[in-house]
């Protein structure tokens, strides 16, 4: 098993920028990548950035390209979200997620049911 627990959410001004961080532990070995998924009130979870942890290959959500990126610390067992350039849109409970090797679903086809495992999540508010 695999827990994640993420931090650094909070309330920042529209074009502002936040930092999240999700940190790894139990089976940290196991862990094939990490995805950070978020959900607005009303609406479906969805894809926002993931990182491999063999080599670092990332992907990214078409809403955040060029925005956020996702960044890996292996000594931390810590995945960031570098949030820049923030609008109100990007509201919303942020969590990450991870999948063990053999567990490539997730990587090819970023959905929430392709994850196995789950952090608590971390609210972000931007204010207009």
């Known amino acids: 098993q695999v827990q994640l627990v993420e931090s650094g959410g909070g309330l920042v001004q529209a074009g502002g920028s936040l930092r999240l961080s999700c940190v790894a532990s139990g089976r940290t070995f196991n862990i094939y990548y990490t995805g950070w998924f978020r959900q607005a009130p009303g609406k479906e979870r969805e894809f926002v950035a993931a990182?491999?942890?063999?080599?670092?290959?990332?992907n990214y959500g078409d809403s955040v390209s060029g925005r956020f990126f996702i960044s890996r610390d292996s000594a931390k067992n810590t995945v960031y979200l570098q949030m820049k350039r923030l609008s109100p849109e990007d509201t919303g409970v942020y969590y990450c997620?991870?999948?063990?090797?053999?567990?490539?679903?997730?990587?090819?086809?970023?959905?929430?049911?392709?994850?196995?495992?789950w952090g608590q999540g971390t609210q972000v508010t931007v204010s207009s």
């Open positions: 997620a991870s999948n063990p090797y053999g567990s490539s679903e997730g990587w090819t086809n970023p959905t929430p049911g392709n994850y196995a495992y």
């Open positions: 990182i491999s942890w063999s080599n670092d290959n990332t």
